[in-house]
């Protein structure tokens, strides 16, 4: 039998997060129905051996890494459930936190995935970088979040606690539907890691979904603990997924007007880190562009899989514009319709 939600933890050398978060969510995600699943990513410190303390986790073990994308594409095709929670390690979860998403997409079927409101661990009156309470992109491409603009992060004062659709739900705590995960063909394994929890959510919403913001439920995130910000990888990562994500699902028409402006803005962006003396972080950009021109063929075949059943409500401004000129850096601030 089917359990009703499977929480999936995707670790790679993480077993000082599992030991400091694993036995909080095993003993806060006490719902009927819920299962607390492992996936080991091919870990070489001590995350293994530390899992046997855990006889009530479910582990499923992978011989190597295979990012975020290949990882958990290969641990839920090994797990029975109607809805999966992508839960990285690196969060601690509160008592009730489990209730009101699962009550939320049972009452709304058209809702594809949805995600609680992220807050800093570290900090717990503060969003959370990598998600706060919902994730958008505007027409370029570039993500945000209702609490969290470019580097400009939000004080909680429940100013966003109302649920909402939202463009993305994080890949630090996401709930999605079994069924519709598979249906859209589950992560981008080309992604690796980074936007592609973004890729997911914008592929459902062309399949006629919603996504949403619950934010009844809070979880507190730590973050950065695989890749730090500053590391040129990630950069290289961001840059060339983002470039993935907007080639695949853009109309034919948006592609020809929006990707020419993103690739110059991205130089843009190079020459600042050049002008900087951060000459691995202009290398990481110029890296990603190489790549994703290298791949035009294989993203073109992945367009005909999309039906485009829905539009996705995009912010129809440039996100840097209204930071960096009108100085709106907060998400009631901006004028989103």
């Known amino acids: 039998m089917a359990a009703k939600v499977a929480i999936v933890i995707l670790n790679w050398n993480g077993e000082n997060f599992l030991r400091k978060f694993l036995k909080n969510v095993v003993t806060n995600s006490n719902f009927p129905g819920a299962e607390v699943i492992v996936a080991d990513n091919g870990s070489t410190d001590g995350s293994r051996e530390l899992l046997g303390q855990f006889p009530t986790v479910r582990t499923i073990a992978f011989e190597k890494n295979f990012g975020y994308t290949g990882g958990y594409n290969r641990a839920l095709k090994q797990v029975d459930a109607d809805y999966y929670i992508l839960l990285n390690s690196d969060i601690e979860v509160p008592e009730g936190w489990l209730a009101p998403l699962i009550e939320f997409m049972e009452a709304h079927p058209d809702v594809a995935a949805?995600?609680?409101?992220?807050?800093?661990?570290?900090?717990?009156?503060?969003?959370?970088?990598?998600?706060?309470a919902g994730g958008f992109?505007?027409?370029?491409?570039?993500?945000?979040?209702?609490?969290?603009?470019?580097?400009?992060?939000?004080?909680?004062?429940?100013q966003y606690d109302t649920p909402m659709p939202i463009f993305w739900a994080s890949g630090a705590c996401m709930m999605v539907r079994s069924n519709l995960f598979w249906q859209v063909g589950g992560l981008d394994e080309d992604f690796f890691a980074h936007m592609e929890e973004i890729?997911?959510?914008?592929?459902?919403?062309?399949?006629?979904?919603?996504?949403?913001?619950?934010?009844?439920?809070?979880?507190?995130?730590?973050?950065?603990?695989?890749?730090?910000?500053?590391?040129?990888?990630?950069?290289?990562?961001?840059?060339?997924?983002?470039?993935?994500?907007?080639?695949?699902?853009l109309s034919t028409r948006a592609i020809w007007v929006i990707l020419p402006v993103r690739l110059i803005l991205d130089i843009l962006s190079s020459l600042v880190y050049l002008i900087n003396g951060k000459l691995p972080f202009a290398k990481a950009v110029f890296s990603a562009?190489?790549?994703?021109?290298?791949?035009?063929?294989?993203?073109?075949s992945k367009r005909t899989l999309l039906p485009r059943k829905a539009n996705p409500n995009r912010y129809r401004g440039l996100i840097l514009v209204d930071f960096f000129i009108f100085r709106r850096r907060q998400f009631n601030k901006l004028k989103y319709s």
């Not at 995600?115 to 706060?132: C, I, R, S, T, V």
């Not at 992109?137 to 429940?158: K, N, Q, T």
């Not at 562009?289 to 073109?300: C, F, G, I």
Request: proline letters at 5%.
């Open 114 to 132: 949805c995600a609680p409101k992220l807050l800093d661990y570290n900090q717990k009156e503060f969003f959370e970088y990598a998600g706060a």
């Open 137 to 158: 992109i505007d027409m370029f491409g570039y993500p945000f979040c209702r609490g969290r603009i470019l580097s400009e992060i939000e004080a909680d004062s429940g």
């Open 199 to 249: 890729d997911l959510c914008w592929r459902l919403q062309l399949n006629g979904y919603s996504i949403y913001s619950v934010p009844q439920s809070r979880v507190y995130h730590v973050g950065g603990g695989t890749l730090p910000n500053n590391n040129p990888f990630k950069l290289y990562l961001n840059y060339r997924n983002n470039l993935f994500m907007l080639h695949k699902n």
């Open 289 to 300: 562009h190489r790549d994703y021109l290298k791949r035009l063929k294989s993203l073109n």
